[in-house]
C-alpha cells in the first residue's frame, strides 16, 4: 500500500507519518509548502521506509503513481488569520478541496481519500452533535472548511469517489509550534508574562492527544470503511482558563492571565458524537488534561522554547 500524505510537515503530519511507519506501512509519500523535519525523515528511513518527499501543494505530479490512500493534512487553520484575511482561507482551503478531487477523479488507480476537518465546520453547541448534522460555520476559517467538504462530497456523489471526512476537536502534543493556546500559554509563562485570554477565557472546546487522532487515522487506514463523515473527539470540554492553570500547574507556575477584546466570532462550545468511529473500535486513550501537562513540559525545554520564541 501507496500512501499520500498531503501536508506532511505540520503538526499531525510529524506524528502521524512515524505511527504509519510503526504500523507497517513502508511506501509512503510526504508532500509539503514546508520542508519534512530530517529528524522524521532519518528516523523512519532507518524504520526501513521508502520515502518520496515534494515540497509542493498540489498532487498534480503524483497522479500517473499508485497510490492506494491519500491523507490530506493539508489547509490554512488559523482561526485569527482568517478573521484578518478571510480570503486567503478560503482560497486556500477551497483551492485543496479542488485539487484533491480532481486527483482522485482523474486518477486510474481509483486511491481513496482521508480528509482532515474540523468540529468548528457543526458550528456553536453544547450536546454532542451527529455526523451527519447540518453544517452551520460562524467564522471564516470554519466556512472554508465547510465549503471544502461540501465540494468533496459532490465529488464523492457525483464520481463515485471513495472519500472519507475525519473531523477533529483540538488537539494537543509536545510538536506544536504554531499559534495556539497552549505554545503562546508556555511562551508567555516561561518568560513572566501573562497570558492573553479572549473574552472572560470561559469558551469550551473539547481537547485531544494527536497520538488518538493518529490512531483514529489509522483505523481508516486499515480498515474496510466506507465513504463518509467520521468524528474524533474526547468529548472531555476544558475552557481556556483551566487549560492555562493546568500548563501552570505543569511547569510549576503562577497563572498569570490577562483578557484580550474577544475574536469577533468565538463560539462557546463545540461538541461532536464519535459513534462511527467507535464502531471501528477506536477510542482515545489519553487523559487530554495529562496530555496538555505533557505538552507543556515539552514545550518548555530549552529547544522547544526557542523555536517558540522564534515562530510565535
Known sequence: MKILVQGAAGFVGRSL????????????V?????????????????????????QTATLADFLHDEITTVISLAGQTDVDAALQHPNEAFETNIKI????????RLNKYNPRLIYMSTDEVLGESFSPLHEDAPLRPTQPYAASKAAAEMILHDYRSVYGLH???LRSCNLVGPLHRARKLIPIAVKSLCTSSSVP????????????????????????????VEPEVFQASSNVHISAREVINIVANALDREPRMHPVRDRLV????????????????????IDPRLAIARAARALAAPQALDELRFSL
Not at 508532500?31 to 523512519?44: A, E, V
Not at 478541496?97 to 482522485?104: N, P, Q, R, T, V
Request: charged fraction near 20%; glycine fraction near 8%; include cysteine.
Open 97 to 104: 478541496a479542488i485539487d484533491l478531487g480532481e486527483f482522485l
Open 163 to 165: 472519500i472519507v471526512t
Open 30 to 54: 510526504l508532500i509539503d509548502l514546508q520542508k519534512i523535519p530530517d529528524s522524521i525523515l532519518r528516523k523512519i528511513a532507518l524504520d526501513g521506509a521508502c520515502v518520496t518527499t515534494a
Open 266 to 285: 468565538n463560539d462557546r462550545s463545540y461538541s461532536m458524537q464519535t459513534g462511527r468511529l467507535r464502531s471501528l473500535g477506536w477510542e482515545p486513550n
Open 17 to 28: 507519518i512515524p505511527a504509519l511507519v510503526c504500523s507497517g506501512f513502508r511506501d509512503l
Open 197 to 224: 485570554v479572549f473574552g472572560d477565557g470561559h469558551h469550551l472546546r473539547e481537547w485531544m492527544a494527536v497520538e488518538d487522532l493518529c490512531a483514529a487515522i489509522l483505523h481508516i487506514v486499515c480498515g474496510p
